[in-house]
């Protein structure tokens, strides 16, 4: 079962310095995740994290009445990769492949997830297939905190890649992580906060 993050967690791990590489390591931590593929634009994502949030929203009344806890809405996260070795930045998104997910306490049980799932059924109809809860351990990583859209991101990640784990000795070792801190529904894009996190292991 996935860790109980405490303040201090919550601050080193989804609250990293503005623009400047840190190295973390990142406990298993428990999620409900939905899969796909293709762009991230894209209908299927959107559709996967509308079932997320419907799934999780309710948890927060569910836990205050069934277990007397206090449930503080999560950020969205996603993980993404493809199924060649090619740099994301490389491929088309329309060749990616995602994850999105939001983290879940460690005293959530399987039957208060279920009892979410199904009251987000009766207004969503069929969940998505992959719909479920999985352990994720990601280790060490070097992640930073990007204030602005998504697109001037691409120069630090660069940078990232082609300096930072060189230097360090280091290759990615699991999929690309961002965390959205800010919705960019309702925010500007140039105060949009993304945490993103590469985990990482020495090089051969």
């Known amino acids: ?12 791990l989804y ?17 409900l995740v939905i899969d796909g593929a293709g762009d991230p634009a894209g209908p299927e994502y959107r559709h996967a994290v509308k079932w997320l949030f419907a799934s999780i929203v309710p948890l927060r009344k569910m836990a205050k009445e069934q ?4 449930f ?4 969205l996260e996603a993980l993404y990769w493809t199924d060649t070795e090619a740099n994301l930045a490389c491929t088309p998104k329309q060749e990616w492949r995602w994850r999105t997910m939001i983290v879940l306490a460690d005293w959530m049980d399987k039957t208060i ?8 059924s009766k207004a969503l109809g ?3 297939s992959s719909l479920r809860r999985e352990e994720i351990h990601e280790g060490r990583s070097v992640q930073f905190t990007h204030v602005g859209p998504p697109t001037s991101e691409n120069a630090m990640v660069a ?16 999929p690309f992580h961002e965390i959205y801190l800010t919705d960019a529904t309702r925010v500007a894009p140039e105060k949009l906060k993304t945490v993103l996190r590469q ?5 051969e």
């Open 67 to 70: 277990l007397g806890a206090n």
């Open 1 to 12: 079962m996935g860790k109980t993050l405490t303040r201090d967690d919550t601050k080193t």
């Open 199 to 203: 985990p990482v292991r020495p090089s």
């Open 126 to 128: 069929q969940g998505p």
């Open 159 to 174: 940078r990232m890649y082609e300096e930072y784990l060189p230097s360090k000795h280091l290759v990615p070792s699991h």
């Open 15 to 31: 609250h990293p310095p503005v623009d400047r590489f840190v190295e973390v390591a990142v406990p298993p931590l428990s999620y």
């Open 113 to 120: 997830v279920a009892d979410a799932i199904a009251n987000a």
């Open 72 to 75: 503080v809405e999560p950020p």
